[in-house]
């Protein structure tokens, strides 16, 4: 029987795994980082190792290994040479192969491999979108230039709303005293030594305490939390707009803040309302590897 | 005849300088790094060395060694036990010796010792005042936190220009075009490899280019450096207020953007008449060390 296999490579680790014609999983592999840009070859030793053994545990099953296609999302793509990796895979398991980028897989596992668009706000955000072959994105600057609506985003509001009080003198928020106090610090001043020692994993780390008292209606975190919302909501009209969609559009979300912060959630729907006349939003907890199962669909059905 | 040694140490270098009963410069030195908390021990060796380099050139031309106050003010204080530099600098020299901040000196070098407000916007920015012996802040917060209007911020601004014209498939402003004709880059997406590639100060080292367009009257730049001003005029308003001033006061400027760039400058003056009644910009480019001599001469006076 026919399988393929569907590989998502990122920063940290790269995951393998072969579904059926059917879509039903049937095996999986792990290994190490496959970012092609910042990992090179190691990381296509570890896409290769990852499929490797992929298709070990899918024949323990099958008893046979009849994989027809292999397709895989790979983070650092711009820049890199995808060709060498896709002739490195097909060279190795004699398969069919192909490379896109970590966006386009997570898309496609989202959407079902049908076009539509992606909002993804987790420690980052991005937004990326697909109209008829068509890759558009908007936001994913990074930290430095953008993130607006990401958890690292949410936590440095909070920590400006705290130095805003200090600078102007008004009575510590609830939203400040909670920091503070997470922080084990007494003084606004102290946050200097925290933020500036601290990762922007670390940071975002606090976005949690944010949407906890914006939960219970602090005023300071509402705002932040609403402000997030409409941010994506901003990048997603942005991608919407770049596509040229008209009908209605399947948006996908994806990331902790988006989909589990009821007060981003909420905003963003509502914002996106104004913005977009029909839309269906998508939340799954799908493995972005599923994408490389629609995607190499489209190539073995024909 | 007697003289004082004003002492300035910040994060790279540490100046002192010797000054006659009258402010007159009769000599100097310098050495290393004289944060307190970042160089520890390290500083207070190279604040005893500057001193000394000092005392040895002020001997040639006195001829006598009749120092009879040092007065330094040093990058991080706050948690640094300052008590124990005090005394080993004035156990060394067998003199009176006082320490306190680098802003408390820049800003008694501008002000002449006076009450008044300091505000700074170079790769940073930060806001200092003293009124009746009370010292405030306002800024200073660092490049994530803040900054806001100081060389990182003006060039941060015109990188998120670009990403904004990118995402809004607006065609190129001229000031991202002559950014990435400065970076030598082709594409508005490459600015991201030099934002997360690049110091603090490398960033900030644009605002420069931005100038030059805003005087040529490129619009988003007028925008950004007028924004600029404001948001140092805020930072001055907010130390006025915390001081509780309500005459004239003086507001020394330091640092490249806010005394050179002339957009930024004339937006702050223009926003600070705003808030303020009545001030006077006092610009002039006097090293800190002679803000020693000024409070130094305080205690010697009497």
């Known amino acids: 029987m026919k399988y393929v296999i569907g590989i998502d490579g990122g920063g940290t680790k790269t995951e393998a795994t072969a579904y059926t014609i059917d879509g039903e999983e049937i095996g999986s592999g792990y290994s190490g980082p496959g970012n092609l840009i910042?990992?090179?070859?190691?990381?296509?030793?570890?896409?290769?190792?990852?499929?490797?053994?992929?298709?070990?545990?899918?024949?323990?099953?099958?008893?046979?290994?009849?994989?027809?296609?292999?397709y895989a999302g790979l983070a650092g793509i711009d820049g890199a040479d995808v060709a060498k990796a896709e002739k490195a895979l097909s060279d190795r398991?004699?398969?069919?192969?192909?490379?896109?980028?970590?966006?386009?897989?997570?898309?496609a596992a989202l959407?079902?491999?049908?076009?539509?668009?992606?909002?993804?706000?987790?420690?980052?955000s991005v937004c990326y979108g697909i109209h008829e072959g068509k890759l558009e994105r908007a936001g994913g600057w990074g930290h430095i230039l953008g993130d607006e609506g990401s958890g690292y985003y949410i936590a440095l509001q909070a920590f400006k709303r705290a130095a805003l009080e200090e600078d102007e003198c008004i009575k510590k928020s609830r939203l400040t005293e909670k920091l503070l106090e997470r922080l084990g610090m007494k003084k606004v001043k102290e946050i200097k030594k925290f933020i500036y020692s601290s990762r922007k994993a670390d940071i975002a780390a606090l976005a949690p305490l944010v949407a906890e008292l914006g939960e219970e209606g602090?005023?300071?975190?509402?705002?932040?939390?609403?402000?997030?919302?409409?941010?994506?909501?901003?990048?997603?009209?942005?991608?919407?707009?770049?596509?040229?969609?008209?009908?209605?559009?399947?948006?996908?979300?994806?990331?902790?803040?988006?989909?589990?912060?009821?007060?981003v959630r909420k905003e963003f729907e509502m914002e996106l309302a104004k913005y977009i006349k029909e839309f269906i939003i998508v939340d799954d907890d799908v493995s972005p590897s599923k994408g490389g199962y629609y995607l190499a669909k489209k190539y073995i059905t024909n």
């Open 38 to 70: 910042l990992n090179g070859e190691w990381a296509i030793e570890n896409i290769i190792s990852a499929a490797n053994e992929c298709m070990e545990t899918t024949n323990l099953v099958y008893n046979e290994s009849e994989c027809v296609f292999i």
């Open 93 to 107: 398991f004699n398969v069919e192969t192909k490379i896109v980028s970590d966006a386009e897989i997570a898309l």
């Open 111 to 124: 959407l079902k491999g049908d076009d539509g668009i992606l909002t993804i706000s987790g420690t980052g």
């Open 218 to 263: 602090e005023e300071n975190a509402v705002s932040i939390l609403r402000e997030a919302g409409r941010d994506l909501a901003l990048i997603t009209w942005r991608v919407y707009r770049k596509l040229g969609f008209n009908s209605k559009v399947k948006i996908g979300i994806s990331g902790g803040i988006i989909r589990r912060v009821k007060l």
